[in-house]
């Protein structure tokens, strides 16, 4: 594959269409009131609260085990202790 075809056309005309295209773009944006350091800002937040929303969603999770665990975790103790109350089980009759 050659330069053309990866670029699209030359590539002097490639870098003119990018720098107009690059420059409007930054005029657009420019007045939205959108800066570099903004931009950047704004995105850094979003990863952040990402980051709390996975987060948030194993801390749920866990709160949800904790509570079930507070009513499974004695069940099973108590059907353990009732079952090697009993003694060992007899072994299943022949068919």
């Known amino acids: 594959m050659d330069r053309t075809t990866f670029l699209g056309g030359s590539v002097l005309g490639v870098l003119v269409r990018l720098t107009i295209l690059s420059i ?20 850094n937040v979003l990863l952040r ?33 009732i079952k090697a109350s009993r003694g060992p089980e007899d072994p299943p009759a022949p068919r």
């Open 24 to 43: 409007v773009v930054g005029i657009i944006l420019s007045a939205l009131g959108i800066t570099p350091d903004n931009f950047f800002y704004q995105i």
């Open 49 to 81: 609260r990402i980051y709390d929303l996975g987060f948030g969603a194993i801390e749920s999770v866990l709160g949800y085990f904790i509570l079930g665990a507070m009513v499974v975790v004695p069940i099973w103790f108590i059907s353990r202790l």
